[in-house]
């Protein structure tokens, strides 16, 4: 006997849509919210669908639902034999579809103070309390290259068996400094309507930058010859520090040098402020240090200028040879 088995509406088209396969979708519309398929996808599946039995002989028939729409079924197994006709037998088939409610243990995941630039990870714990497994998965940021704060996850999708709970690592890496909301969405498979907010809360903090001293005074010095003193910045954060640093005076005896640069995190970086006084009495300026994304420092810089103001462009001494010459 050969013969063919069917459900009628059983759906059509493409085969259904595992949640093995959503996982590992990013672009598949059934994460997205309101989404609408246009073509209802094969749910069941008989193995095998067609053959033929011996006589004495009898098959096993393995009928498989993987069902992409909540809803009741009932339908029927259709038997069709060839030679004899169609619908010679039906088996009433029937099932439900139901997707769990999944709920946020800590709908506000809080991450405290956070460097600029410098990613942070806290937990989210997702809680399934019902009879049946649940799937779940973050959907991406949206415009996340401007976004003031970035957020990923190392987990991002997975299933979370019945009356149990999974922790969920968020990645945060925030830009501008003050305190920031943002909002991460969570998506049931299966499930209409809006997907979970996770509120992400975070105060972002630029570098902390120590200058000292606080104060530098040269003394007395000889004028029209340069004299050094070192300024010392260093960074206690865990992000790098874009500094750049000036006289206060329009035309100052001092300079600095490097007078812009990057701080590395937890490091130190020397600045030399050198001092070329052209006159013999006392000089009074002031650095200002720049810190991106953090504060600024006044220096007051002093000097005497001592000697004199006159000099040669090259050395006189010990001799000064005027060689020979005529008489």
Not at 6 to 33: E, F, K, Q
Not at 248 to 256: D, F, L, M, T, V
Not at 269 to 285: H, M, Q, W
């Amino acid at each position: 006997m050969t013969f063919n088995l069917r459900i009628p509406g059983g759906g059509y088209g493409a085969p259904s849509v595992t949640s093995y396969a959503l996982m590992s979708d990013d672009t598949c519309l059934s994460w997205r919210s309101g989404a609408q398929v246009n073509m209802r996808p094969t749910e069941f599946t008989i193995t095998p669908c067609r053959g033929t039995i011996h006589p004495q002989e009898f098959l096993d028939i393995q009928v498989t639902l993987c069902s992409n729409t909540v809803k009741s079924y009932k339908l029927a197994l259709m038997v069709d034999v060839e030679g004899f006709g169609r619908k010679v037998s039906s088996l009433l088939i029937t099932a439900r579809c139901v997707v769990p409610l999944l709920r946020a243990l800590n709908p506000v995941v809080t991450f405290g103070q956070c460097f600029l630039e410098v990613p942070y990870q806290q937990m989210l714990t997702l809680v399934n309390d019902s009879d049946l497994p649940g799937c779940y998965r973050i959907l991406p940021q949206e415009y996340k290259d401007a976004a003031a704060v970035q957020y990923s996850s190392l987990v991002p999708c997975g299933i979370i068996q019945p009356h149990s709970w999974v922790q969920i690592p968020f990645t945060l890496q925030t830009r501008v400094m003050g305190e920031q909301d943002t909002v991460a969405r969570v998506m049931t498979i299966g499930r209409e309507g809006s997907p979970l907010e996770i509120h992400l809360v975070n105060f972002g903090e630029g570098p902390v930058v120590c200058v000292h001293p606080s104060k530098i005074d040269f003394g007395s010095i000889q004028v029209l010859q340069d004299v050094s003193q070192t300024l010392h910045l260093s960074n206690q954060s865990r992000t790098p520090a874009s500094f750049w640093a000036e006289m206060a005076g329009k035309c100052s005896c001092w300079r600095i040098e490097p007078s812009k640069g990057v701080i590395p995190p937890n490091a130190e970086l020397s600045v030399a402020v050198t001092a070329n006084l052209d006159d013999t009495e006392i000089f009074n300026d002031e650095v200002k240090v720049f810190i991106e994304n953090s504060c600024s420092y006044v220096i007051p810089v002093q000097a005497v200028g001592t000697g004199i103001t006159i000099g040669t462009d090259k050395p006189i001494v010990p001799e000064l040879d005027l060689g020979p010459h005529f008489r």
